[in-house]
């Protein structure tokens, strides 16, 4: 369900794995490169399909992922205490809730595409990064809202950029996070699986027809429960 939704909106899923690792009570420390690897499996099939699609502009991709793409992999890098980390995690679910929430309000943009300055992007894009490195996040809930709001895209075109955002990103932090830590691949063959079964479904329909509000706010409501953990992780 996680990959089905975040997919349909050219998103990895990350901010949802958590969701779902949290609630079923995962470490911190097994949290951010599951989630990544899970990002980029969900992120690449969203990418095919949308590019497939004839939504992606590489002039609006590549003046973020410049930055982003370092600052990520230096995040990755980065080791946090745990109440720290579940700060920003409990930001990011938050901030992930919130946007899906309103997401009915969220599909209006530019119908031509605006070329940011590089003044924004390289800024924003080195942000991004570094944070989706060290929270184990792609950027997506954070980059496409920036790109609806500020009109340089409507909402096929920012699923398509994000999607490909939100690969290069994990790819990046994942490769950090691998240099401190390894990875349990038995242990996540099984989401592994469903995540591409909902990406492969997601993506489709997203990119073609799917319009699902309902379900998205419904996991906004899982997210927000996984905040509430995360929240009592800092509390400790």
């Known amino acids: 369900m996680v990959a089905l939704a975040y997919s349909a909106v050219g998103h990895g899923g990350a901010s949802g794995y958590f969701a779902v690792l949290a609630l079923f009570g995962f470490a911190p420390s097994q949290m951010a490169s599951s989630a990544l690897v899970l990002n ?21 991709f590549w003046p973020f992922a410049l930055a982003s793409i370092p600052a990520a992999f230096v995040g990755g890098l980065i080791q946090i205490p745990a ?12 901030f992930a809730a919130i946007r899906l929430l309103l997401s009915k309000q969220s599909v209006a ?7 940011p300055p590089y003044y924004l992007t390289i800024p924003i894009g080195f942000v991004i990064g570094l ?8 950027g997506g809930i ?12 409507d909402s096929k075109r920012t699923a398509a950029v994000s999607a490909a955002f939100i690969w290069v990103n994990s790819a990046a932090g994942l ?9 349990n691949l038995a242990e996540l063959w099984p989401l592994t699986l469903a995540a591409f ?40």
């Open 40 to 60: 980029l499996l969900v992120s690449g099939t969203a990418f095919v399909a949308f590019w497939r699609s004839g939504f992606f502009k590489p002039k609006l």
């Open 109 to 115: 943009g530019g119908e031509d595409d605006t070329i």
């Open 175 to 183: 490769f950090g996070h691998l240099h401190r830590q390894g990875l």
């Open 197 to 236: 079964l909902g990406g492969i479904l997601g993506s489709h329909w997203g990119s073609q027809r799917l319009h699902h509000v309902t379900l998205r706010r419904i996991l906004a409501g899982v997210l927000g429960v996984a905040a509430y953990k995360s929240f009592l992780l800092v509390m400790r």
């Open 131 to 138: 944070l989706s490195g060290i929270v184990g996040v792609g």
């Open 83 to 94: 109440p720290l980390y579940g700060s920003l995690l409990f930001v990011s679910l938050i």
């Open 142 to 153: 954070f980059l496409s809202p920036i790109f609806i709001l500020m009109g340089w895209a």
